[in-house]
């Protein structure tokens, strides 16, 4: 905890983070229904709040993941408070958290240049692509219901895409109210998974990871065919996998956000070609 005058930063409450996700959804970050609940489970110390009297007005996530990484976001100051000195002592205090770990993070780009800053080294960029949801259910018997593959396998597999293990937060994701996750076998074993959630406006797919892109496309679809025709379907693939732009325009798909993936520290080494949908702008 620190104190300057009447401003004050400290650990948020479970309750306060949903504070945090309705400022995200003022912002225009379209937040999923149940993402505070997975997003807490993660690391329960990694939210803090800045107060003035006991008034919240600023807010910074910093996920601690195993003992080397964590990652960086909801960095975010109420729009009257702005300009003031606050946002810089809680991001301080959220780098003080993160100390001594590679620290990722998905800035909007008009931020990149203060991120420099402070360190940061721009990867890659992240695309949202929007489209349409419904579609047909793919003829792909390698599809199975992500509840079908033992837990233990899928967080094998996910730690192939991620820096460090989140097995607690991986077991809230594939499992939130509402939400749809399957994955994909290849010679009998886990070759690719998905999940689809429900959000403030329509749907997301995050992640969507797969050794190849002939088979991230049926699980792309088979995601997608659950969503409601009408309602808008959202997926955020790195702009370096040619193969995922090209699955998001074949499926008439345009761009609607972006944010520059940038780390402090060395920047992991991931299979960026078979990472075709990134989790969460907010966590990794």
Not at 87 to 105: D, P
Not at 135 to 153: R, S
């Amino acid at each position: 905890m620190m104190q300057n005058n009447n401003y004050i930063i400290r650990t948020m409450t479970r309750q306060e983070v949903d504070i945090a996700i309705d400022w995200a959804a003022a912002e225009g970050w379209n937040p999923g229904l149940h993402d505070a609940d997975c997003f807490y489970a993660a690391d329960p110390h990694g939210f803090l709040v800045g107060l003035l009297g006991d008034e919240p007005i600023a807010a910074i996530s910093v996920v601690k993941y195993g003992a080397s990484f964590g990652f960086l976001g909801f960095y975010m100051v109420k729009p009257a408070f702005r300009g003031q000195g606050y946002g810089i002592q809680i991001w301080n205090a959220g780098l003080a958290y993160l100390g001594g770990r590679t620290i990722g993070l998905d800035g909007v780009v008009a931020q990149q240049d203060n991120y420099n800053k402070s360190g940061f080294s721009l990867a890659y960029r992240n695309v949202r692509y929007q489209g349409n949801g419904g579609g047909e259910y793919p003829d792909n018997l390698g599809i199975v219901p992500l509840a079908a593959v033992p837990f233990a396998d899928i967080c094998a597999y996910d730690t192939l895409f991620f820096p460090e293990a989140r097995p607690q937060f991986l077991r809230c994701w594939i499992n939130q109210p509402g939400s749809t996750a399957l994955g994909i076998r290849q010679d009998g074993k886990l070759a690719g998974y998905g999940v689809l959630r429900k959000c403030r406006s329509g749907y997301k797919v995050g992640p969507l990871f797969a050794d190849a892109a002939e088979l991230a496309e049926p699980l792309f679809l088979a995601l997608k065919s659950h969503v409601p025709e009408g309602e808008s379907v959202f997926l955020d693939t790195p702009a370096v996998n040619i193969s995922a732009v090209e699955l998001a325009q074949r499926h008439q798909m345009s761009v609607s956000f972006e944010t520059a993936r940038m780390y402090l520290g060395q920047s992991p080494e991931l299979p960026i070609n078979r990472l075709f949908g990134v989790t969460s702008f907010e966590l990794g």
